[in-house]
Every structure is written in structure tokens, then in C-alpha cells.
T-cell receptor
Framework: GESVGLHLPTLSVQEGDNSIINCAYS??????FIWYKQESGKGPQFIID?????DKRQGQRVTVLLNKTVKHLSLQIAATQPGDSAVYFC???????????FGSGTKLNVKP | KAGVTQTPRYLIKTRGQQVTLSCSPI?????VSWYQQTPGQGLQFLFE???????NKGNFPGRFSGRQFSNSRSEMNVSTLELGDSALYLC??????????????FGSGTRLTVV
């Protein structure tokens, strides 16, 4: 079946560096993608989203890039801070198929 | 505006027992979805309730059930607990059905441990 996955289960970065978290998806019919952040002891929180008719969207210190040719989604975090340490999930929605999938998550460790 | 509230936060049960978890959505939200989160399987969709009706269901055995009340609060029940049911159970609420994602917000979860 269709799936959403992540290339790296764990990513360690130095405070102040930029982080890139990747996600591969297999459903070419997906319309909408979301990145979530989950801190220890909390539920996932919405970070940023992007529609399939876009290839880039920027937020505050975060940028999401969508490459539909290779079915790849990435989350870039600028000037990573200790508070960014969390597990990051991508999610994929295909409206016509009523499908809403979550990836398995990447843990981001920010070293001081 | 209060967020999604899940109770209890932590629960320890014995194999064979049953458990009921509660979720109060954001005021005005009519959809509540439930997920099971484990380290090995990630976020697995259990079911979605919208206006007191189950709209979607994931691939879980019949021991997992749920319901939604007229005030949109939802409960999920797991009967005959197994060790493998130990997980973080998350609920999320939204104004419309979940794939519309308008304001899709998660609670902090209930950590269930089965011993």
C-alpha cells in the first residue's frame, strides 16, 4: 500500500547549525503535506504545511520543500536551537482517496 | 481557547482488563480521531468520529472501540488488554472531518502501560 517514510531515524546537529529532515512518500496523488513536531510527553504540534501545487513554503525559521518528481519532502530548520530537539513527522493527505498517513518520525538532537 | 484534553495522562492496567480513555476536543470541533503511538509502529490510526458517527476506521481488532457524545467528547475503550497494547494513545480534533485538517490539533495523550 501507499506509505510515508523517513530517510534518517535520528539526526544530531550542533546548536546554531541548520537542520534538514527528509521524508519520502509514495502516493503521487497526495494533495497536501504537513510537518509535525512532537516534544517528549506531548502530542504532535503543527509546524508548517504545503500543497502539492507548490514546491517551497517558508515559515519562521522553517522551510518546507516539495519535490514531486522524486516524491520527496524536506523540512529545513535554520539556526537550530535546543528547543528544536524533538521528533519530527511528515504527514501526507490524499483527498480523493480519503487518506491521511503519518511517517515514522525522525528524532532531532541539538547539541549545545 | 482550551486545547484538546485527554484523561487520564497515565494509566497502568493488567493483562485481561479493560480500559476507557477520554478526549475532550477544542470547543466547536466536531471531529475526533484516535491514534496509537508506539516506538516500533509510529502513529497508527484507530478511528475517527464526526457528529457522533464513526466515519473511518483503521486496522485494529474489535477489542478497540470508541464512541462520541453529543457534546463531541469522545471515549475509546480497549477490552481484554494485551501487553502489546502498551502505547501512547493520542486524540486529535478538527472542525471538519480529519482529512480537511482545519485546525487539526492533538492532545498530549494517555500513556497506557499493560503489565
Amino acid at each position: 500500500g501507499e506509505s510515508v517514510g523517513l530517510h534518517l531515524p535520528t539526526l544530531s546537529v550542533q546548536e546554531g547549525d541548520n537542520s534538514i529532515i527528509n521524508c519520502a512518500y509514495s502516493n503521487s496523488a497526495s494533495d497536501y503535506f504537513i510537518w509535525y513536531k512532537q516534544e517528549s510527553g506531548k502530542g504532535p504540534q503543527f509546524i508548517i504545511d504545503i500543497r502539492s501545487n507548490m514546491d517551497k513554503r517558508q515559515g519562521q525559521r522553517v522551510t518546507v520543500l516539495l519535490n514531486k518528481t522524486v516524491k520527496h519532502l524536506s523540512l529545513q530548520i535554520a539556526a537550530t536551537q535546543p528547543g528544536d530537539s524533538a521528533v519530527y513527522f511528515c504527514a501526507e493527505i490524499a483527498y480523493n482517496f480519503n487518506k491521511f498517513y503519518f511517517g515514522s518520525g525522525t528524532k532531532l538532537n541539538v547539541k549545545p | 481557547k482550551a486545547g484538546v484534553t485527554q484523561t487520564p495522562r497515565y494509566l497502568i492496567k493488567t493483562r485481561g482488563q479493560q480500559v476507557t480513555l477520554s478526549c475532550s476536543p477544542i470547543s466547536g470541533h466536531r471531529s475526533v480521531s484516535w491514534y496509537q503511538q508506539t516506538p516500533g509502529q509510529g502513529l497508527q490510526f484507530l478511528f475517527e468520529y464526526f457528529s457522533e458517527t464513526q466515519r473511518n476506521k483503521g486496522n485494529f481488532p474489535g477489542r478497540f472501540s470508541g464512541r462520541q457524545f453529543s457534546n463531541s467528547r469522545s471515549e475509546m475503550n480497549v477490552s481484554t488488554l494485551e501487553l502489546g497494547d502498551s502505547a501512547l494513545y493520542l486524540c486529535a480534533s478538527s472542525e471538519g472531518q480529519r482529512i480537511n485538517t482545519n485546525g487539526y490539533t492533538f492532545g498530549s495523550g494517555t500513556r497506557l502501560t499493560v503489565v
